[in-house]
Structure formats: structure tokens, C-alpha cells
């Protein structure tokens, strides 16, 4: 009796199990990367656009990498360059106004211009204002954290929005 439940219960087990298939290959190649890149890039300044589109009364500059900057308090002051000291204060936020990061109201932020690991939207868009200046910086995530955001607040494929002032320079 036991040795029949047995050959049983083996039996089942037996027809239970299905053939394992590989997983196909995935056919991507440089061309396809490419193609999707492109649409991302467009896609995202899309999406800037329409963050635009609601601030009509902006004058907004557009570099050849895709940054937009606006400045909302001009100054005379000094262009900042590659290798000096930026201080600033900045708040990072995404295109919906979800607060990612800030400056504390206290404190100043300190970095080397095109030498620290910020976002490369934020010093492209440093060097185009002046001590003194507030500017709001707007660029997609191929200037900031890329495919896969920072892996803490910035979700991946995420473009920003940076309201920074430059306070000054060393």
C-alpha cells in the first residue's frame, strides 16, 4: 500500500515538470540603441516644452546640448570659469515640482566648475550666468542622472529643473 502511494505520489511529481527553454536572444544592436536614445531625447523635450509652455513670459535660452536657462535676477557680475569655485545655493526639483534635493536656507553649496560630480547640466548652465545672478535651469536627464536617475530620489530617465543662485566665485 505504501509502496503504491508512493509510485503514486513520484509519478505526479514526474508530470509535473515542464521542459526549461532558454531565453531568446535579445537582437539589439547599435542602430536600435541609437533610434531609442533619439526618441527619448525628444520625448523629454517634449515634456520640457509643456513645463514652458506654462511660464509664457520667460526668456528662456536653449544651448546646443539642450539646457534651458532663464534668469530671473540679473546682475553685472563676473562670468564664473572651468576650474574656479562656484558658491551657490540651489534647489533640484523634477519637471512636476517634486523636490528632490536643496540648499539649506544657512548654508552655501561649494564646487569645482566642470571638475565635480554635479550634474553636467548644472555647471553648463553656471558659466552662463553672472555672481550674483538666480537662474532656473532646466535639462534633460542625459545632462543629469541618465538611464538611471541617482538611485535615490531622481527616478531614472528624469529631466530637472534647478533654481540656482550664484553667490560667488573663487
Avoid at 515542464?18 to 536614445?37: A, F, G, L, Q
Avoid at 528662456?60 to 553685472?76: F, M, Q, S
Wanted: hydrophobic content about 40%; overall charge negative.
Amino acid at each position: 500500500m505504501i509502496k503504491r502511494e508512493f509510485i503514486f505520489c513520484l509519478l505526479i511529481l514526474c508530470s509535473c515538470t515542464e521542459e526549461v527553454k532558454p531565453p531568446k536572444p535579445i537582437d539589439w544592436n547599435m542602430e536600435k540603441s541609437s533610434k531609442m536614445n533619439k526618441e527619448l531625447a525628444i520625448e523629454q523635450d517634449l515634456d520640457i516644452d509643456l513645463y514652458f509652455s506654462q511660464h509664457e513670459n520667460w526668456d528662456i535660452e536653449v544651448t546646443g546640448t539642450g539646457l534651458r536657462i532663464v534668469i530671473l535676477k540679473k546682475t553685472d557680475g563676473e562670468f564664473p570659469k572651468a576650474g574656479m569655485n562656484a558658491r551657490t545655493q540651489y534647489r533640484v526639483s523634477l519637471l512636476d515640482g517634486t523636490e528632490v534635493y536643496k540648499t539649506e536656507s544657512d548654508e552655501e553649496d561649494v564646487f569645482l566648475i566642470d571638475e565635480s560630480d554635479l550634474e553636467s547640466g548644472i555647471h553648463e548652465g553656471i558659466k552662463l550666468m553672472r555672481v550674483g545672478e538666480k537662474a532656473k535651469l532646466v535639462f534633460p536627464s542625459y545632462l543629469a542622472h541618465g538611464l538611471v536617475g541617482d538611485m535615490d530620489k531622481i527616478p531614472p530617465l528624469s529631466p530637472l529643473v534647478v533654481d540656482i543662485e550664484l553667490i560667488g566665485i573663487e
